[in-house]
């Protein structure tokens, strides 16, 4: 079991649905992250928030919504997503954010766009 | 501009033997960290170690070792008596330079273990 927990695992959703992936971590973490991995791809990273605050936002397209409620919590908010967004999408988190921070990473969602 | 090879996209070997999967860098920091992750199937990465540019020691982990070569520009990462359950992807991740020093994952390494 991971330290970091995302849910849902799967989800299938159409190209005018509105969703939301979760993460949560309880390790005291201040920097979170949002990866997407492509099928036979490394990880691409999307976001991140370093106390609570977006510090990183790699040009990902508005239909990405990033939000960190709490120190604790990260959410993805998902609105008309495209057929090529079906992707694993990872969280991960880390004491800081800093150069020599390893990261913890969840089991990720597994989207499917239809 | 930095950037990692793994040239090695798939690996397979039998129970019991070594393997050494390669990751190649390139920077021009003079102080940089790489990063070791494990992929299995079930889909979360698992760190497994964490190197900065000053410290050049090789470092062993149980089965786990790991070759760090400033002068060929290498971060070799060796299991010995591999196991199935060391099946998996397997990334070499430099720290991109810059102010966002943020992990750039290499393209990684499949390794089968056969029973």
Redesign the interface.
């Known amino acids: 079991d ?1 330290e970091v927990t995302q849910t849902p695992k799967h989800l299938v959703m159409g190209m005018t649905n509105k969703k939301s992936l979760k993460c949560e971590q309880h390790m005291g973490h201040r920097a979170m992250y949002w990866y997407k991995q492509k099928a036979k ?5 999307m976001f ?1 928030y370093s106390y609570e605050k977006l510090s ?1 936002n790699e040009s990902v397209p508005s239909r990405f919504s990033p939000e960190c409620p709490n120190s604790s919590l990260l959410n993805l908010h998902l609105h008309a997503l495209q057929p090529e967004d079906s992707a ?1 999408y ?1 969280c ?1 988190s880390s004491p800081r954010q ?3 921070q ?7 969602t ?1 989207l499917s766009i239809l | 501009a930095q950037k990692v090879t793994q040239a090695q996209t798939e690996i397979s070997v039998v129970e019991k033997e070594d393997v050494t999967l390669d990751c190649v860098y390139e920077t021009r920091d003079t102080t ?2 790489l ?1 070791w ?1 494990k992929q299995p199937p ?6 497994l170690i ?1 190197r ?1 540019s000053f410290d050049e020691q090789n470092e062993i982990s149980g089965r786990y070792s790991w070759n760090f070569q400033k002068s060929t520009s290498s971060f070799n990462f060796t299991i010995t008596a591999s196991q199935v359950v060391d099946s998996a992807v397997y ?1 070499c991740a430099p ?1 991109r330079p810059g102010s ?4 750039t ?4 390494t499949q390794l089968t273990v056969l029973p």
């Open positions: 991971t791809k490394p990880p691409e990273l991140v990183i694993l990872l991960a800093g150069p020599n390893p990261q913890h990473f969840g089991d990720g597994r | 940089y960290y990063f992750y079930s889909g979360e990465l698992v760190f964490r900065n990334f720290l966002a020093r943020q992990l994952f290499g393209s990684g």
